[in-house]
């Protein structure tokens, strides 16, 4: 996904790092209970003393056009409008979110610049830091949606590192299997829900 704002172009990275996905799998019944309702995001500024009002104005800005859960990271020296701005997005945690906005930052800043700083964060509106299971947001619409409508034994799996997911009928290695597909080879594809 690729959007415009003024002279500011924000890439989707849709890959992940690491998840507080749940280490055992969860029914639809409990996932629906602990993953946020509906769509709607909440975002944060976060390091952003270094841009002026207006510059962080088009930051928030930008909360609109990042799935959660993103993040957008910045070089202080550089600032805002550099070629490269990217917004990391569909991951399944802000901790992810947070790692691979960094990490894309660092890889393209100058070597002379200051180290980036996490700028934006967009979370699912009533997301729970503690909850046993968080999902991106094209992961939650999927379990609510087409994964709902298969019948038992059925299973949902996400990447942590890629941001990825599958979900089939029948045992969890299918489930796996879409998955990793989904995530060109992802190879930590684990089981979250299973039914």
């Known amino acids: 996904m690729v959007s415009t704002l003024r002279s500011v172009s924000v890439a989707i990275i849709l890959a992940g790092s690491a998840t507080s996905a749940a280490a055992e799998s969860l029914s639809y019944k409990d ?98 830091p503690e909850a046993p299971l968080s999902l991106s947001a094209e992961a939650a619409d999927s379990l609510r949606g087409e994964y709902r409508k298969l019948k038992a034994p059925k299973a949902f799996a996400i990447s942590p590192s890629q941001g990825t997911f599958g979900f089939a009928g029948g045992d969890g290695a299918r489930a796996l299997s879409a998955c990793a597909k989904s995530g060109g080879g992802a190879k930590d594809c684990t089981v979250v829900v299973a039914d």
């Open 31 to 128: 996932a629906r209970r602990v993953l946020p309702k509906g769509n709607r995001t909440v975002a944060e500024l976060r390091e952003t003393s270094f841009l002026d009002e207006k510059q962080q104005a088009i930051v928030l800005s930008l909360k609109d056009t990042i799935p959660y859960f993103g993040a957008l990271a910045l070089s202080p020296d550089e600032g805002l409008f550099v070629d490269w701005l990217n917004a990391s997005a569909q991951h399944h945690s802000i901790e992810a979110a947070r790692a691979a906005a960094l990490k894309h930052c660092e890889a393209n800043r100058k070597k002379s610049s200051a180290k980036c700083v996490v700028v934006l964060e967009v979370s699912p509106k009533g997301a729970k």
